[in-house]
């Protein structure tokens, strides 16, 4: 019953801001995290970000630390990730996740592209 669907992907140039959104249902019952993660061509998928719906406790990986925000709207039920001082190497498709806290991240969206030019 978990769902997300990703979407505020497209084309900005370096040094520019765009704002992802995960629009999540069927997380009510549980403690949840939400993360954001990326996956560039030929490499791995990596978490950027994650937050605990609960407890609003969020974590940055340190390649995006104070240039990317995870937060989340309880009324529109999204999460968002606002990225700023953009880079050519945040080029990715960025996915968002959600699992019980503790238990890892087992539901996923269906990505959405970000590319940032020089």
């Known amino acids: 019953q978990v769902h997300l669907v990703e979407s505020g992907g497209g084309l900005v140039q370096a040094g520019g801001s765009l704002r992802l959104s995960c629009a999540v249902s069927g997380v009510s019952f549980g403690d949840y995290s939400v993360a954001w993660a990326r996956q560039a061509p030929g490499k791995e998928r990596k978490s950027v970000a994650s937050?605990?719906?609960?407890?609003?406790?969020?974590y940055y990986a340190d390649s995006v630390k104070d240039r990317f925000n995870i937060f989340k709207d309880n009324d529109k039920n999204t999460v968002y990730l606002l990225m700023t001082s953009l880079k050519p190497e945040d080029t990715a498709v960025y996915f968002c996740a959600a699992g019980v806290h503790g238990e890892g991240y087992d539901h996923w969206g269906q990505g959405t592209q970000v590319t940032v030019s020089s």
């Open positions: 937050l605990r719906l609960n407890s609003g406790i969020t």
